[in-house]
């Protein structure tokens, strides 16, 4: 065989190659041979050098963009499909209590919803009534989250959205006979385990988060919550309670299922004795015990295991912002910073948020991926 057809082979291989990656040759530039000299024969340049010299940068470039792609899938492969794909629960679950600032006795049960329900509060002793989890329906903001729709009210819902949220349920029906969610110990940690009996149905539509392109920032008398781009759900919360076992304390994470159940959720609510009875006469706190609350006298406190965490107040406190910034009814991507924020103004970051549409965007974990990867090569 001559050395001019011995080159063909290798230049269908080098087209095959470049097909095989995606890869074009510039408009006009087809492969060829040249012939060989005994002389410098050496040096001579094949086909499939040529071919390889053309396109190495493009094939560089595409090879390094998808091995990125793929580190990055791997790395949240921990967290299952939750992170692509909308959720539910794999079964019905049910617990009862009593509210807490009502005091009446309460039975929830929550059940799988379809692919974009979002999370849905049915009210069983009104005739089905559905108030959605959405900053739309915010009513009230002392001292719990209220929701209402058309006069039917919905209170205390920030613990259980906390702990949906941050567990990755994405859609469910929470059906309710009263009208406050069960305090039940004061922590997200009853919902996390109601989530792991019923288990986590994945579907195959994908899930959108929402990205915040651009800070904001709300103050009020020295209280201070801001939100910043971020590629992840990152926290910071401080807070400052003149009290020997409390005083200024401060907690960062970056909220995913694993570190919420382990580091936020345990957390209970908390109040002083200094304040019990005047928040009674405002109608509050009567379904507050020790078994469900933490009570501080002027240098302790009243219960008897004492406190879960040396800071469990600013970890309760990052678990109420978790359970209010749901309200915006997609996972959130950005840092929060919360200076001493109450629920008061974490509705209002969520209602400045949501107000204007040029603060955000919405995108699917792909294009997420695609997004740091880019980022990273550039």
Sequence with gaps: MCR???????????YELAARHRCHLPAGIRPRTRKATPRRRSRHITTFTWVYVVIQPHFAVAILMKTICLLIEAEFAILGNS?????????????????????VPVNIRV???????????????????????????????????????????????????????????????????????????GSGLPFVELVREAGIRYYRRQRRYLRIKRPVSIEDHGKRITIFPSETFRLTCDIDFPHPMVGKQAIELEVTPERYATQIAAARTFGFERDLAQM????????????????????????????????????????????????????????????????????????????????YEVLTFDQLASRVAEALIA
Excluded at 303 to 317: I, Q, V
Excluded at 329 to 348: C, D, K, Q
């Design 4 to 14: 001019r057809s011995a080159a063909r082979p290798r230049a269908a291989a080098s």
């Design 83 to 103: 992170m692509r794909f909308e959720t539910t629960l794999h079964r019905p679950v049910e617990v009862s209590g009593i509210g807490l600032h009502h005091g």
């Design 111 to 185: 059940v799988p919803a379809p692919p974009s329900t979002g999370l849905v509060f049915i009210r069983t002793d009104l005739d089905r009534f559905a108030i959605p989890a959405s900053w739309r329906h915010v009513a009230r903001v002392s001292y719990a989250t209220s929701l209402m729709r058309q006069g039917v009210l919905i209170s205390t819902t920030e613990h259980l959205l906390s702990t949906f949220y941050s567990l990755g349920i994405d859609n469910a029906y929470i059906e309710i006979d009263n009208l406050e969610v069960p305090i039940l110990d």
């Design 280 to 359: 009674r006469n405002m109608g509050l706190i009567r379904g507050a015990s020790l078994d469900n609350a933490i009570c501080f006298t002027p240098d302790g406190v009243l219960n008897p295991g004492g406190l879960r965490f040396p800071d469990e107040c600013c970890r309760h406190k990052a678990l109420d912002l978790i359970g209010d910034l749901a309200l915006i009814g997609r996972p959130l991507l950005g840092h929060v910073i919360a200076e001493r924020a109450g629920h008061a103004m974490h509705a209002a970051l969520v209602n400045r948020i949501m107000g204007d549409p040029t603060l």
